[in-house]
């Protein structure tokens, strides 16, 4: 992959770079809004995905996308407060934001996971659901979801 190429496969994901303002729906929790800040490091090579949540159920996290310099494939480092570090497949086009963990990397997987998020018109929102798959088969359960407001 060129560096030209490279350079248009992480633009993409300009339309996350900003302060969001994130609503999560967990079921049977009442839930104060997180903040979310997306901005890119070591001279545009890396979007870092910081947010923050005063919520003793839920973590703090920090994630970095990064870009496979030959395939354009994104991965989405992931790191939380209680110490987990997952590995995420990451899909970004036509205003769909996807995750996806189905095998093991620095922690076991007990679980498979999943998030799509849709990118509003505007680009000022994104509605999105993160899942899960505890059995192995195919069947995905809504574990909660999320709506980022663009708050900068």
Do not use: C
Not at 1 to 21: I, K, P, T, Y
């Amino acid at each position: 992959m060129s560096e030209s190429a490279r350079q248009e496969v992480l633009e993409r994901l300009d339309v996350l770079v900003g302060e969001w303002e994130v609503e999560a729906d967990f079921p049977g929790l009442a839930t104060p809004a997180a903040r979310s800040v997306f901005e890119w490091t070591l001279d545009g090579r890396f979007l870092v995905q910081r947010t923050e949540i005063s919520l003793a159920e839920a973590p703090d996290s920090m994630a970095i996308v990064a870009v496979d310099p030959e395939t354009g494939a994104y991965t989405q480092h992931y790191f939380d407060s209680r110490g987990v570090v997952r590995v995420y497949a990451m899909t970004f086009a036509d205003g769909v934001w996807r995750l996806l963990r189905e095998t093991p990397d620095f922690s076991p997987l007990a679980f498979r996971q999943r998030f799509t998020g849709q990118v509003g018109d505007d680009g000022n929102t994104i509605r999105g659901v993160w899942e899960m798959s505890s059995d192995g088969s195919a069947a995905w359960e809504k574990d909660f979801e999320l709506t980022y407001r663009r708050s900068s």
